[in-house]
Nanobody
Framework: QVQLVESGGGLVQAGGSLRLSCAYS????????????MGWFRQAPGKEREFVSV????????YYADSVNGRFATSRDNAKNTAYLRVNGLNPEDTAVYYC?????????????????????WGQGTQVTVSS
């Protein structure tokens, strides 16, 4: 079955940056990773899971949550079966567990990318902690 493994989280000072990675694996990973849109969500203590970004499988479509205000950037390397989230200008409000998610969905302007129910698979999460 599909597995997603996040890495790259850690403790960072306010204003710092991190690059989070999400490695995909599965029985047909060589030909299926590019079929999945890859989303990033985060969940802070006491808060609901929050949409961060999504990138389409192979056509270059990207959407970001308004809340990230241009500070985050998502990308992917299909040859490496890996999706990325660069997080810049971090502040303590960004402290959360960051999750990647894969969606076997048709890409289009009306798709509910910010809805967790749109995604089929989830990683275990990686902790990002930002100190002031």
């Amino acid at each position: 079955q599909v597995q997603l493994v996040e890495s790259g989280g850690g403790l960072v000072q306010a204003g710092g940056s991190l690059r989070l990675s999400c490695a995909y694996s599965g029985p047909y990973s060589g030909r299926t990773f590019s079929n999945y849109a890859m989303g990033w969500f985060r969940q802070a203590p006491g808060k609901e899971r929050e949409f961060v970004s999504v990138i389409s499988g192979s056509v270059g479509g990207i959407y970001y949550a308004d809340s990230v205000n241009g500070r985050f950037a998502t990308s992917r390397d299909n040859a490496k079966n890996t999706a990325y989230l660069r997080v810049n200008g971090l502040n303590p409000e960004d402290t959360a567990v960051y999750y990647c998610a894969a969606a076997l969905r048709t890409w289009g302007p009306s798709e509910p990318y910010s809805d967790p129910q749109w995604y089929n698979y989830w990683g275990q999460g990686t902790q990002v902690t930002v100190s002031s």
